[in-house]
């Protein structure tokens, strides 16, 4: 699945980011965010020992988001190896930590390809899910992309972002 850079996004160092997901069981999930483009003038947090840590988004961080019946789960993971989770009780409201955690891979760059693997746990009643990514420029300049961008500025917690059926 390729996902779309925002409509207001900047033009970047970024040219593509296809994304794969699949299941792995019935607790866990697995998705891998592919990118091409000019890699050296992406902003990559410095890779550390890992674990829970908030604000992940204000640089480079890629971004699931798994829906149930009202509530909902945000995930962050970072390239630096840390990871968040959050759930919601309803759009942008009810945030908490979740229980739910994370297991990013090492960030693996080359000089027009960069890849990152996450494996995360599946909250439990949800059936739809959105994936997006969040790149920062060597500029500083921030793109938003996602499958879907269904209102006029970048929102990841949209409802009608979350376009994929969850098996």
Known sequence: MTLQPHPT????????????????????????????GAISQVV???????????????TTCFEAFLA?????WEFN?????Q??????DAYRSGQ??????ASPAQLELEE??????????????VSHLGLSAVIESADGAMSYWALAHPSAK??????????LDLP
């Open 83 to 88: 990871w968040a989770s959050y759930s919601f």
């Open 9 to 36: 996004s900047p033009l970047g160092p970024v040219e593509q980011i296809v994304a794969h997901f699949e299941r792995v069981n019935r607790f866990r999930l697995r998705a891998r965010f592919e990118l091409r």
């Open 154 to 163: 970048p929102d990841f917690h949209h409802p009608d972002s979350f376009v």
């Open 96 to 101: 908490r930590q979740a229980a739910e955690v």
């Open 112 to 125: 027009h390809y960069a890849e990152l693997e996450v494996t995360f746990e599946r909250p439990p009643g």
């Open 68 to 72: 149930g019946d009202a509530a909902y």
């Open 44 to 58: 990559w947090p410095a890779s550390v020992l890992g674990g829970r840590a908030d604000d992940l988004w204000r």
């Open 77 to 81: 993971f970072s390239p630096s190896q």
